[in-house]
């Protein structure tokens, strides 16, 4: 029996431990060093823009136009406004032309409500039952045209220096003010021209009611803490908008604006307020400084910490402007003519670009008014539905249209609106679809943690356990809390704030009471602000706890103080354990393995401590002493697998910086060293224990290559595949491991803080069930390449280098542990992921990297009444490969619905797919697939019966859904389809373990473009709609459903399976295409096994390739293309993921659906 | 009256029970199973067969559970792995809440049982 604690109960709390005084660290470059104990340094950067991003360089661009001649605004402002993930149509426009001047706010209404009637015109058969569908047309004009008070606001606001986003979709919104501020009268009135001319920022005074008095003041202390989260744009700004500035010269620049050199890089853009030059200068260096957010280039990304503010900030800062290509979209292009695509989301953008009113509900409590608690509350659900209606003004002529429906919110109407499945083709988006946005006020949402980190099944809480369970839908969180991240708040401060009774870190979402007291919103307890939380290093003012960055982000870093440590913190350790056997010989991997080594030797992240070690074996095991001093590595075989030692404690482990002569000495010799071997044992099991033993000082990272069934020694295996059940329909047998040798092993290297990554290469059945387990529990990660072969399957091999690439320079975390907090009545019911479980709301996470995700399973256990907020905070302690302890805090706001109808408005279909196939695979294994198949039907079936009988008050006859839950039975039948999850297909069993693992560990949009790939025709791709990305135009093809019947000889598809692209083309596709694309002369040309396309200049070539750049460019592993020939064998592989048809062994949709409603009479 | 083989049994078992009784809360499996296993041997020994009874669907219930336990080379029962989900932890609870039960009704049980076979004897 396992102590299910292991030795350090509960790290993240305060740990006596002997040691520490290594620790210290941190401060030298960073800590302020003038301004006594107030030190929160405070760092963004902004690399590796997503696309989801791009708007904001935008707003950038266009602003500052606008604003030029109001001058004195620092164009920092726009505000990142993560949540919103798609360009506003209205800002795209804008740049894309680039008028300078926008004459009058009546040509861009002008423009605007164009926009607005072509969505509205071309959507309407999307979003609206048929009937409602014409009358779409004649009510434009009351979206569009209520602009008066908006540009009467214009009118007053450019005075108040109205910069930021004027882009602002100001039809979308004032629109619906209007409406509202004349339902509303009083309150909301004063609130009004806050959201509505939201893009200024300065309006915030407003909001508060404070009146206009304090205006100046607040513009300024606005502006300088909004700036720092607007820092890439603003570098950007700066290269791109004044051009005259030098790009570059900015650490010195920034300098002269604040008293200390320090001080200046750091607070930078304090100094700012002022002067929109300088705004951009200085906060560019002052964004560079931590950046330990551009992961994409890992080399620089946390040496910025230690080197210190100057220069790194000229690699990260504003010296390249435009980091990435596609990170930078300067301008997002919505022609005149906008597919009907982008109709939710574009409507949906808005909220989240137009501006920031940037209050936190504490602060719009204003300071000291409000000892009271309750009063939040109403604030919260008063504002959240007063925003609602705002953005989404044809959302709300629909539900007029709808008729009876107008008292409702019109993102639940579109949400709730029944969709007969039987009857409705068309459900996909047009675009990818992006996660809902909970139902908040604007400013809480805007935030709110992005749900690519973070991202809740439901995005309405049920109040309720009973209501859940009436729900019958999961309550589940999907986290990604180690991405790389474009932006990313670094805080150095001695004291981390944090709720005395439960422990949360302070957060954007706690309540300020007055100055000098908070009440946490996890547990409700009211704790004392400390001293130095009063003073706000970003104004450097005294007495604004609520404008400190933990306040102002809900995604924020801290670096630890020796409270956090149990030991010193380890330096950075790797150790490669390489099967050399025969079979591994013939395989050829350690070849490439040795040359991408090589390579990457110098990228691999650590400092100086890092240490490498190597350890090979076949039957016996061998190490490798790279002692420096040493004129050649020297091998050291032991022979006794059966009571492994280790042959010398102090040259296996090595410095890398010390020994790096040998290390290149040895990888450059090892490939040929055991060219000749005739071994065809394997003795995984001794070389992972010897692994152990050696790592076991310091901890770290063990990346084992692996080419067959261990054969010797302690966790030997045998084969259990029987090839003939292949693909019986029957259950499927040994999913589970066969040994718990590997799992014992990996909780005791969880415990030592060594995690293990397996790379598997076996053509044969390996039994993975078992080897995975020594991944799973010590948090590593898993990579299975079938049939590798170096010359028989290039394809493999191309993978494997990627892969390999990616992982040695990834980001990595050590000895980590990650606790999971929940508002008081909220539990954690169950975790998925690779990790150790040490309590209930804390995982062991051996190592922690970008590329794995987790998911937890929640219960309600006590009613949320008393509260109309649920906050989930996830945090991350880690050591930093640069050997700093380090917290990433994550917090996610959510609303506490009490009615059903919510529940299901906010339902997020992705992830509760995602969560559903999490308990699929635990039901799999713990008890049978047919079982854990059943389930996934049955959810589908619960969910139908049960919104018809709660919700749907039509009559209809068939399945009827709520629209949120409209693709939910595609994206079970996806899964049932899928390797890990199907029947009756053959399947090997190591091929669905694996799938199995693929499923408990990646990130939730990477799992889905898996489970349910993206496919789009590439052959007629126009630019309408078209993204336009500094000088790239990239079109944005409408997705298509995955049925053969989309498919046209003619054409060219693309589907984007996540680690792969498939394009597959048609018998008859036009010469064009493939002339200019693939550079063939004709079809029959194509050669079988094509897999790249080439660089050719012409403009389609470039717009398909801009295309793929872009859907590539926020993965972290780099997919591959496959071109698929309609007549090749290799389009099986290609029609396999068209899971809306039938195929051999499995239903169509239709039959699905029809079995659904069978179940369902039943 | 005489002290019988039997009253020892029953004298050993009250002892033996106040253990369990914490055992149970406690879960420490393996001694909680050997020290019930004991017992049961004992008592049918001293051919105590109601008491015996009594106790078998007990023994049965641990057997079944040591037999089926997760944990496959080690004498544990409980799978560090997944003992922190909430429904195996639910279930574990439950579990030592029937058996404190159980064995605090079956120490007045054996209180009596032993005075009865003094008494009788």
């Keep these: ?1162 | 009256m005489a002290f019988t083989f039997a009253a020892f049994c029953y004298m050993l078992a009250l002892l033996l029970t106040a253990a369990l009784i914490f055992f149970a809360i406690w879960h420490l499996v393996l001694p909680e199973y050997l020290i019930h296993f004991f017992f049961c041997v004992m008592f049918f020994c001293a051919a105590e067969w109601l008491t015996l009874c009594l106790n078998l669907p007990l023994l049965a219930y641990h057997v079944w559970r040591y037999m089926s336990r997760p944990v496959m080379s080690c004498p544990g029962l409980y799978d560090p792995t997944t003992i922190m989900n909430a429904d195996i932890l639910a279930f574990c609870q439950k579990e030592g809440w029937c058996k404190l039960a159980f064995y605090l009704l079956s120490f007045f049980y054996y209180l009596y049982g032993m005075i009865y076979v003094l008494v009788s004897s």
């Design chain 1, 1 to 1162: 029996m396992y102590p299910p604690t292991g030795c350090y109960g509960a790290p993240p709390q305060q740990q006596s431990y002997p040691t520490i005084p290594a620790h210290s660290t941190p401060a030298p470059h960073k800590a302020p060093i003038t301004n006594s104990a107030h030190s929160a340094n405070y760092y963004q950067s902004n690399h590796q823009q997503q696309q989801h991003h791009h708007q904001l360089p935008q707003h950038h661009v266009a602003p500052s136009q606008y604003s030029a001649p109001s001058s004195s605004v620092p164009p920092s402002q726009p505000h990142p406004t993560l949540h919103s993930s798609v360009p506003p149509p209205s800002n795209a426009q804008y740049n894309q032309q680039q008028h300078p001047p926008y004459a009058t706010p009546g040509s861009y209404y002008g423009q605007q409500s164009y926009h607005s009637q072509q969505q509205q015109q071309q959507q309407q058969p999307n979003l609206v039952p048929a009937p409602a569908g014409g009358p779409g047309a004649p009510l434009y004009p009351i979206v569009s045209y209520p602009s008066a008070p908006g540009s009467s606001q214009y009118g007053t606001l450019s005075s108040s220096q109205s910069t930021s986003a004027p882009g602002v979709p100001p039809t979308q919104m004032g629109a619906p003010l209007h409406q509202y501020s004349t339902s509303r009268p009083a309150p909301t009135t004063a609130v009004q021209p806050g959201y509505s001319v939201a893009p200024t920022s300065q309006l915030g005074p407003t909001v508060n009611g404070q009146g206009s008095t304090v205006h100046q003041h607040y513009d300024q202390s606005h502006q300088a803490s909004l700036s720092y989260d607007s820092y890439g744009r603003v570098t950007h700004s700066s290269g791109g908008a004044d051009a005259d500035r030098p790009p570059s010269g900015t650490p010195s620049t920034s300098v002269h604006s604040s008293p200390g050199h320090h001080q200046g890089v750091q607070y930078g853009y304090v100094a700012n307020s002022g002067a929109s030059s300088a705004s951009a200068t200085t906060s560019g260096p002052a964004a560079a400084p931590l950046s330990s957010s551009s992961e994409d280039d890992d080399d620089d990304e946390e040496e910025d910490e230690e080197a210190g503010g100057d220069t790194s900030s000229s690699s990260t800062g504003s010296a390249s402007p435009v980091p990435n290509s596609y990170d930078s979209l300067e301008g997002g292009n919505y022609p005149d003519s906008m597919p009907p695509s982008n109709d939710m989301t574009n409507q949906a953008a808005p909220y989240g670009s137009y501006g920031y009113p940037s209050m936190e509900p504490a602060y719009q409590q204003g300071p000291a008014s409000h000892t009271d608690s309750s009063p939040s509350h109403d604030l919260y659900s008063q504002s959240s539905y007063q925003q609602y209606s705002q953005p989404f003004p044809n959302l709300s002529q629909l539900s007029a249209a709808l008729g009876g429906l107008s008292g409702v919110p019109e993102l639940e109407v579109e949400a709730l609106r029944p969709v007969n499945l039987l009857q409705e083709r068309n459900l996909l988006p047009p675009r990818p679809l992006e996660a809902p946005e909970p139902n908040l006020s604007p400013d809480l949402k805007k935030v709110n943690c992005s749900p690519h980190t973070f991202r809740c099944t439901l995005t309405s809480i049920p109040q309720t356990q009973a209501l859940l369970n009436k729900a019958r839908l999961p309550l589940g969180l999907l986290l990604h809390p180690f991405r790389d991240l474009q932006q990313l708040p670094v805080i150095t401060s001695n004291t981390i704030v944090r709720c005395r009774s439960c422990r949360t870190y302070i957060n954007p979402f706690v309540t300020f009471l007055d100055q000098r007291r908070w009440k946490c919103n996890l547990c409700y307890r009211v704790n004392d602000v400390p001293d130095e939380f009063m003073y706000n290093p970003v104004t450097r003012s005294y007495g604004e706890p609520h404008k400190r960055p933990e306040v102002q982000n809900s995604t924020v870093e801290f670096i630890a103080s020796s409270d956090y440590m149990l030991r010193p913190p380890q330096p950075a350790a790797y150790l490669f354990v390489l099967d050399v056997s025969h079979n591994a010989v013939e395989a050829g991997y350690l070849k490439y393995f040795c040359e991408l080594l090589l390579d990457n030797l110098d990228k691999l992240p650590g400092d100086t401590r890092t240490r490498v070690g190597f350890l090979t074996f076949d039957n016996t095991i061998h190490f490798y002493n790279l002692q420096e001093g040493l004129s050649q590595p020297q091998m050291l075989v032991v022979s006794d697998i059966d009571d492994v030692f280790i042959p010398s404690h102090d040259s296996l482990m090595v410095n890398l910086k010390e020994s790096k002569e040998l290390v290149k000495d040895l990888l450059t010799s090892l490939p040929a060293m055991f060219s000749q071997s005739r071994e065809t044992h394997s003795a995984l099991g001794p070389a992972l224990q010897a692994a152990f033993k050696l790592m076991s000082p310091t901890g770290g990272r063990v990346t084992v290559f692996q080419t067959q069934l261990p054969t010797l020694g302690a966790g030997a295996l045998q084969s259990r595949e029987d090839p003939n059940q292949r693909s019986s329909t029957k259950g499927v047998q040994h999913l589970g491991p066969a040994t718990d040798f590997y799992k014992k092993l990996a909780l005791d290297c969880s415990g030592q803080q060594i995690g293990v990554d397996l790379f598997l290469l076996s053509s044969q059945y390996a039994d993975l069930a078992s080897l995975s387990c020594i991944s799973k529990y010590s948090a590593g990660s898993i990579f299975y390449y079938p049939s590798f072969h170096y010359i028989h399957n290039p394809a493999q091999l191309e993978k494997f280098q990627r892969d390999l690439e990616r992982y040695f320079t990834r980001k990595i975390g050590f000895e980590a542990v990650m606790r999971i907090r929940c508002t008081k009545g909220l539990s954690i019911h169950t975790f998925h992921g690779n990790f150790f479980v040490r309590s209930t709301d804390l995982l062991s996470l051996a190592n922690v990297n970008p590329d794995s995700a987790f998911a937890v399973q929640m219960s309600i256990e006590d009613s949320l009444a008393d509260s109309s907020l649920a906050c989930f905070q996830a945090a991350l302690l880690y050591t930093s490969s640069k050997g700093k302890r380090r917290i990433r805090v994550h917090t996610l706001c959510l609303p506490v619905v009490n009615q059903l109808s919510d529940v299901y408005a906010g339902a997020d279909v992705q992830a509760v797919t995602c969560l559903l196939a999490n308990m699929a695979i635990d039901r799999s294994i713990s008890s049978s697939l047919s079982d854990a198949r059943d389930a996934l039907v049955n959810a589908v079936v619960d969910l139908v019966s049960a919104y018809k009988s709660n919700v749907s008050n039509l009559q209809q006859s068939g399945l009827v859904v709520p629209a949120a839950m409209r693709l939910f039975p595609v994206y079970i039948l996806s899964l049932l389809k899928q390797k890990a999850l199907r029947t009756g297909t053959s399947t090997r069993l190591d091929e669905r373990v694996f799938a199995m693992c693929e499923f408990k560990t990646q990130p939730l949009q990477q799992l889905m473009r898996m489970v349910h790939p993206d496919l789009y025709r590439l052959d007629n791709m126009s630019d309408q709609g078209a993204l336009h990305l500094n000088d790239t135009v990239v079109p944005q093809p409408h997705l298509l459903h995955l049925s053969a019947e989309r498919l046209s000889r003619d054409g060219a598809f693309l589907m984007d399976c996540g680690y792969v692209f498939y394009l597959w083309i048609g018998k008859c596709c036009s010469e064009v295409f493939i002339r200019d694309v693939l550079g063939c002369p004709n079809y029959a040309s194509i050669p079988p096994n094509m897999s790249h396309i080439p660089e050719l200049e012409t403009p389609l070539s470039e717009r398909v390739r801009a295309f793929l750049d872009w859907l590539q460019d926020n993965r972290a592993f780099s997919s591959m293309i496959h071109i698929v020939k309609d007549d090749a064998s290799a389009k099986a592989t290609f029609f396999q993921h068209l899971v809306e048809d039938r195929s051999e062994s499995a239903s169509s949709y239709y039959e699905f659906l029809q079995h659904i409603q069978q179940q369902m009479s039943k």
